[in-house]
């Protein structure tokens, strides 16, 4: 049936939210090229049967015409909108993680998204610093409303030295806690340095079974 | 910020009015522009007048509070508001870069037929929307469109547009009184709005209004 296959393109992305591999000899590359192979045979027949009705005057072609005409069109439809929303996808990430992108993303991408990327970078990095007066204004900070000044994190990579906005220079070691400002933590927790520690109330359950255990003792030595 | 307020300042672009503005007026202005924007479908005119007396005013703020003392509370209290005004402008820019993104020929064909004087976008604004479409047809080109066969490899640009959708419903608070309003979609209705009313209301029917600064989305 034509246009299963640029159906299982769009399926995919649905499927994963990750960016999945687009090398050569990938699943999906494969996919995209029996979906392009589709609309070239849709096109050469209906090329072939349009020769026939304009000569032979053929009306009885016109429909099958119609119908891979709409096939084409959908199959192109479903490509571009799969390297779009890769697109976006890719987008997010260069808000998320910086202009480097870890290596892991990097492997999966083709040759044409990475010239992208690199070209959204540039034109992202002319806007910024056009904005204010001398060196531009970093629109990828303060992407959460602030709520405090400093936040407890948690360092869950070694990351080395830190220099705080004071000039003070921080070590950031594995596993240790520290109380920095917000302006400072944000990229490194957006990039998994830091970990943000949450007031999660670990102890609050075990405090109400004290207490529990405390009324049942009054009530024991009531009795 | 409050502390600061009391700083005159001139608003750069507003050279003909001569206008004394504080910059708590700015930052209130900003914060309606930021609050239109964030609720409007479509991107509105550009502010960058407030934006860049704004930013101008942080770095200024910034070197005040470089002479503060490092255990001085108010040098606290100053930082915080200042991260809080560059969310507001950040947020704010965020949105007209996402709208611009999302909407980028429907806004480049709408802007081609504005003079420069009304036009929506700044020049940054207007190059980084250029920049982006050209990308996209790079990418769509290299990776797709030139296998195709015959008529299939052009980048066709109605059927990729992208419009806002201006039937979508908004909440506003009016600033000034106006009348008669007509409800789309009916046959004459009219309704009027008094100064601070607030009203759910089909957003093609006051687009104008946000834009001239009549009502505020909220």
């Known amino acids: 049936m034509y246009g299963r296959k640029g159906f299982k393109l769009i399926s995919e992305l649905d499927l994963y939210s990750d960016i999945l591999p687009f090398n050569v000899g990938c699943m999906i590359e494969a996919l995209i090229k029996e979906v392009l192979q589709e609309m070239q045979s849709l096109y050469d027949a209906n090329v072939a049967n349009s020769n026939a009705i304009r000569n032979d005057n053929n009306m009885a072609l016109l429909p099958s015409v119609q119908l891979r005409h709409i096939a084409l069109k959908r199959n192109k439809r479903c490509i571009l909108a799969y390297i779009y929303n890769r697109m976006r996808k890719l987008k997010e990430l260069r808000w998320e993680l910086g202009s480097i992108l870890p290596p892991e993303i ?17 034109s992202l990095a002319k806007y910024m610093r056009s904005l204010g007066e001398d060196h531009g204004f970093n629109l990828t900070t303060n992407m959460v409303p602030p709520k405090t000044l400093y936040v407890e994190v948690k360092c869950v990579e070694d990351f080395g030295k830190l220099e705080l906005d004071d000039g003070q220079v921080i070590l950031l070691k594995k596993n240790t806690y520290h109380l920095l400002p917000r302006s400072v933590c944000e990229p490194l927790i957006r990039q998994g340095i830091l970990e943000h520690k949450k007031y999660v109330s670990m102890e609050f359950p075990s405090y109400e079974q004290e207490t529990q255990t405390i009324q049942l003792r009054s009530i024991k030595s009531d009795d | ?16 009015e001569e206008e004394e ?34 930013l101008q005013q942080i770095t200024h703020m910034e070197e005040n509070m470089k002479r503060l003392d490092k255990e001085d509370l108010r040098l606290m209290i100053h930082r915080m508001e200042l991260d809080r005004i560059k969310y507001v402008i950040t947020n704010y820019l965020r949105a007209r870069l996402e709208k611009i993104e ?15 004087e009304e036009c929506y976008l700044t020049v940054a604004e ?29 980048f066709e640009v109605d059927t990729l547009t992208v419009k806002p959708n201006l039937q979508t419903y908004v909440f506003l608070r009016a600033n000034d009184r106006i009348n008669g309003i007509i409800i789309p979609g009916s046959m004459d209705e009219e309704i009027d709005l008094e100064p601070g009313s607030q009203h759910i209301i089909q957003y093609s029917a006051v687009a ?5 600064g009549a009502v505020k989305l909220i």
């Open chain 1, 106 to 122: 990097n492997t999966n991408l083709i040759n044409a998204e990475v010239q992208w990327f690199q070209s959204y970078n540039k």
């Open chain 2, 1 to 16: 910020m409050e502390n600061n307020g009391d700083v005159q300042m001139t608003a750069e672009n507003d050279d003909q």
């Open chain 2, 126 to 154: 207007l190059q980084f929307a250029k920049e982006f479409l050209t990308n996209i047809e790079m990418l769509f080109k290299t990776i797709a469109l030139q296998h195709m066969p015959g008529n299939f490899q052009t």
């Open chain 2, 102 to 116: 999302k909407y980028t020929i429907h806004i480049l064909s709408q802007e081609a037929t504005r003079s420069s």
């Open chain 2, 208 to 212: 104008d209004l946000v834009k001239s």
């Open chain 2, 21 to 54: 503005v504080t910059a708590q007026s700015v930052l209130l202005a900003i914060e309606e522009a930021w609050l239109n924007e964030k609720f409007a479908p479509e991107i509105l005119p550009h502010r960058s007048d407030l934006v860049d007396c704004m």
